[in-house]
Nanobody
Framework: DVQLQASGGGLVQPGGSLRLSCAASGFALDDYGIGWFRQAPGKEREGVSFINVGRKFYADAVKGRFTISRDNAKNTVYLQMNSLKPEDTAVYYC???????????????????WGQGTQVTVSS
């Protein structure tokens, strides 16, 4: 049974850091691409970052602040978020893509399985 479990969210002050985890079960991470998405209140869900076969991609809004990584031994993908801003407040989701053209990593129709989401709130 394929499952993705996102965790690590919370309340943090502007400028602070959080590390999100996406723990996978039922499949081997290195066979798939994993994306992080977020949805802020009243907004559409958007792509944040993606990792596959050593390639990493980031949305312009998070470049230089967020870092995606993968630990195959733990079957877990991480999203290290630094210099957080109030506009980063959202529910963050991880999702699995069996295969996709890297240039289309933001296209949510390629993602087959989604985790349940973890809330990130950036506020003073």
């Amino acid at each position: 049974d394929v499952q993705l479990q996102a965790s690590g969210g919370g309340l943090v002050q502007p400028g602070g850091s959080l590390r999100l985890s996406c723990a996978a079960s039922g499949f081997a991470l290195d066979d798939y691409g994993i994306g992080w998405f977020r949805q802020a209140p009243g907004k559409e869900r958007e792509g944040v970052s993606f990792i596959n076969v050593g390639r990493k991609f980031y949305a312009d809004a998070v470049k230089g602040r967020f870092t995606i990584s993968r630990d195959n031994a733990k079957n877990t993908v991480y999203l290290q978020m630094n210099s957080l801003k109030p506009e980063d407040t959202a529910v963050y989701y991880c999702a699995r893509a069996p295969r996709l053209p890297f240039s289309l990593w933001r296209d949510q129709s390629y993602y087959v399985h989604w985790g349940q989401g973890t809330q990130v709130t950036v506020s003073s």
